[in-house]
């Protein structure tokens, strides 16, 4: 089963890893941080080696980004970000594993200072018997 | 001849090709990449040069020349010479073709025990097994699984460098690890089953159906154990779900449950091979799940119309597998054979458990049971609400489709 892990997260200035460009992320330690670096370096290197991990991506600056609306008459590119959204995707984990639960364990050690982390199942075309 | 045709020559030698090269070199990793190299040669040949007469002989040849031309620029390069202590002068001179293909042996259960080797998580077990032992392709592969190429090639190497660093030997376990070690090949061609059987896509010129590769891999385990009752129930299981498949799919590609498919269209000569397995295999017993899981299907096989089908039977299996491996799964489903026996309360009663399993609950199968027996037990308003929940937690496109066509059947596009 596929999931997605988005980290929705709000760096200032907008920057990789987002965690140590957040208001929440500058207020901890140096300990902490390596400490938190550690965990996600061990765990990408067991869902390297699993398989689990599929593709990951870092995105730019939300203010990088077009937006297209669509109407009857034809379509319409606005500038970026995205206006309503405090916090942008800052990026995402395209991951293949087992269970949920599986999924759950994996998605839990992204959550860092200053953002939020959704775990979302990935829609497939099949479909099962019965 | 087809190409397809010529790919499924190919394919069938790969087990025993592979084996020649590692009981003579011993290399897991460089031996399955020789045999893909030959592959992609025979790709090329075959269809204008036409089938060797001994098509295996000569994929081993090949093989083998590529294995040792490597190994000697590995040597020219890097002097490596633990490498030249292996291999003999003899092993040095690749072998005729006529003589290449000896014994009859089949190797392809070593070698299915081997990629399905412990140390491996799941996913390698399953990739390494489609590669090595069925001969597809990386790039198939990965299409099958929906994953990228890359991902897949990684998965792959992964899996034969852990081969390679725990020194797993190509050789049959002892026989206290052997039934362990061919229930997890079983676990694995499961896998391959399923994962074949639910995905629709992948219908592209190159792309091969896995349901397929499944029952062939299975065919083979089971003629090397034909006493091994729960490969027979495997690979009966298999026959009876596969011969449901040109009934399960409309046109447009929308799901057809059982209940409502055109059971002209399955395929009879599939089912009664199944039948006739799984008999026998409940005949000569210790009954396990898959036997279990066959004799279900088998009884849904034997009716000509749903209406005929013998519930009581299937409830009495459901129980026996519930009492042999229970799982939330099986409890699911045996819900469904109580309410046709005993009614939809009956079965509504044994689903209540499940709604505060946490795993469950956010299972669309738990809700779209539930749904269709609050439906049969005429509760229309709460079957719509079972419905759209089933609908909402759904991540199969087609699934989700037609659960939203029973919670609300006048919302959504019109067509």
Not at chain 1, 93 to 119: K, W
Not at chain 2, 39 to 52: E, I, Q, S, Y
Not at chain 2, 63 to 81: C, I, K
């Amino acid at each position: 089963m596929k999931y997605v892990i988005l980290i929705h997260s709000n760096p200032e200035p907008w920057g990789h890893p987002t965690q140590i460009y957040t208001a929440e992320g500058r207020a901890l330690s140096p300990e902490q941080h390596e400490e938190m670096d550690r965990q996600f370096d061990a765990l990408m290197t067991e869902i390297s080696a699993s398989g689990e991990l599929v593709t990951a991506e870092a995105l730019a600056d939300p203010a990088s980004a077009t937006l297209y609306g669509w109407s009857p008459e034809g379509h319409l590119a606005t500038e970026g970000p995205y206006a309503e959204a405090k916090e942008h995707l800052a990026g995402f984990f395209l991951i293949d594993c087992a269970s949920r639960e599986r999924a759950e364990e994996i998605a839990a050690v992204f959550a860092q200072p200053g953002g939020v982390v959704e775990l979302r199942p990935a829609m497939w075309p099949g479909g099962e018997d019965q | 001849m087809r190409s397809a045709g010529l790919e499924q020559i190919w394919r069938q030698c790969v087990p025993d090709v592979l084996a020649a090269l590692l009981r003579r070199y011993g290399d897991f990793e460089a031996a399955e990449d020789a045999v893909q190299e030959a592959l992609l040669v025979a790709a090329r040949k075959w269809p204008t040069d036409g089938v060797p007469d001994n098509p295996k002989g000569w994929l081993i040849v090949v093989a083998s020349r590529r294995l040792v031309d490597q190994w000697r620029s590995e040597q020219a390069r890097a002097g490596r010479e633990e490498l030249v202590a292996r291999i003999s002068a003899e092993d040095l001179l690749a072998p005729a073709a006529d003589v290449a293909d000896g014994g009859e042996r089949d190797d392809s259960l070593t070698l299915l025990l081997l990629c399905c080797h412990p140390a491996l998580p799941r996913p390698s077990q399953v990739a390494l097994t489609l590669r090595a032992v069925a001969g597809l392709s990386t790039g198939q592969i990965a299409r099958a699984f929906l994953v990228p190429e890359a991902t897949m090639a990684q998965r792959i190497s992964r899996a034969k460098s852990r081969l390679r660093d725990i020194e797993a030997r190509f050789t049959v376990p002892a026989a206290e690890h052997l039934p362990g070690r061919v229930a997890a090949v079983a676990h694995v061609l499961y896998l391959v089953f399923t994962e074949g059987h639910t995905a629709t896509t992948g219908a592209g010129l190159y792309d091969v159906v896995l349901a397929d590769e499944a029952i062939r891999l299975t065919r083979r385990l089971h003629e090397r154990l034909p006493e091994g009752g729960e490969v027979s129930g495997l690979l009966a299981l298999m026959l009876l779900t596969d011969a449901r498949r040109a009934a399960r799919s409309s046109p447009d590609g929308s799901l057809v449950p059982l209940a409502d498919q055109d059971r002209t269209l399955w395929d009879h000569a599939g089912i009664r091979e199944g039948i006739r397995l799984v008999e026998r295999a409940l005949a000569t017993g210790p009954v396990g799940p898959f036997q279990l899981q066959a004799a279900i299907a088998a009884v849904h096989a034997e009716a000509d119309r749903a209406e005929d089908t013998d519930w009581a039977q299937i409830e009495t299996l459901y129980r026996m597998l519930r009492d042999l491996a229970p799982s939330p799964v099986v409890t699911l489903n045996h819900a469904v054979a109580l309410a046709m026996v005993d009614g939809p309360a009956a079965g509504l009663d044994m689903l209540d458990p499940l709604l505060g399993d946490r795993q469950m609950r956010r299972s669309h199968r738990l809700h779209a049971v539930r749904a269709h027996l609050l439906e049969m037990d005429g509760r229309v308003e709460e079957a719509g609400v079972s419905y759209a929940t089933a609908a909402r937690l759904a991540t199969s496109i087609p699934e989700q489709r037609y659960l939203n066509t029973k919670a609300a059947p006048q919302k959504g596009r019109h067509v």
